[in-house]
């Protein structure tokens, strides 16, 4: 699991989930909205048998409560049949709102493992940075270029045309092959942590002669 924002001066925030089988979570997005509704105006464009999650925060960050509410209507249903009778593993970056006593405890009763990754290591170890975030970017980012070559530059960028772009930005960035390659890259699965290892061990030094 991990987090982005979209990189505009307001930030949209969002929650993705993949798994090692290259299988995704539906999205979660989470706007900028001072009254922390969501305006029904932002997701107009949102179609019968798209799969998403939206939520509305001061800042468009991510919190707590909305860390919990994500694990029990999201990340919980949508792997429990996967699991079966098995416990599921939960690999998150150090942010707070899945690094808190309720979000651990909820796990906890629901056979869920949380393992948090170190600071600083998500670029080596975070799958969906290593593999997914930076093309989701990239993909979304000639989407505002398109809309702004097609209209002449003469409209402007909100939120009502955010979903549109992200939803195909999404579709191509965070396909079954790309989810399973960010899983290889990191050594996750399959499993070969020699492939992280090599990269951040440091080299011997040569050892001074003897004087």
């Known amino acids: 699991m991990g987090a982005a924002q979209d990189g505009c001066r307001e930030f949209i925030s969002l929650l993705a989930c993949i798994c090692a089988d290259g299988t995704?979570?539906?999205?979660?997005?989470?706007?900028?909205?001072?009254?922390?509704?969501?305006?029904?105006?932002?997701?107009?464009?949102?179609?019968?048998?798209?799969?998403?999650?939206?939520?509305?925060?001061?800042?468009?960050w991510s919190c707590d409560q909305l860390?919990?509410?994500w694990l029990q209507k999201?990340?919980?249903?949508?792997?429990?049949?996967?699991?079966?009778?098995?416990?599921?593993?939960?690999i998150v970056d150090g942010?707070?709102?899945h690094v808190?006593?309720?979000?651990?405890?909820?796990a906890d009763r629901h056979r869920i493992?949380?393992?948090i990754l170190p600071s600083y290591s998500t670029h080596r170890l975070q799958p969906l940075d290593v593999s997914l975030f930076s093309l989701l970017a990239t993909v979304y980012s000639n989407q505002i270029t398109q809309l702004m070559t097609d209209s002449f530059g003469l409209v402007s960028m909100g939120k009502r045309e955010f979903w549109p772009m992200f939803k195909v930005a999404f579709e191509t960035a965070f396909t079954d092959r790309n989810i399973k390659s960010?899983?290889?890259?990191?050594?996750?699965w399959p499993y070969d942590p020699d492939?992280?290892?090599?990269?951040?061990s440091c080299p011997e030094l040569p050892q001074k002669p003897p004087l």
């Open 95 to 97: 942010h707070s709102s």
């Open 195 to 200: 492939i992280v290892w090599d990269k951040i």
């Open 74 to 90: 999201v990340f919980e249903p949508y792997t429990r049949e996967k699991a079966g009778n098995r416990r599921r593993l939960l």
């Open 100 to 106: 808190n006593l309720k979000f651990i405890e909820w």
């Open 113 to 115: 493992i949380i393992m």
């Open 24 to 60: 995704k979570l539906p999205s979660t997005l989470i706007y900028k909205g001072e009254s922390h509704d969501l305006l029904s105006s932002w997701v107009e464009d949102f179609n019968e048998g798209d799969q998403a999650y939206f939520a509305s925060t001061k800042n468009g």
């Open 182 to 188: 960010g899983f290889a890259k990191t050594g996750i």
């Open 67 to 69: 860390g919990l509410q």
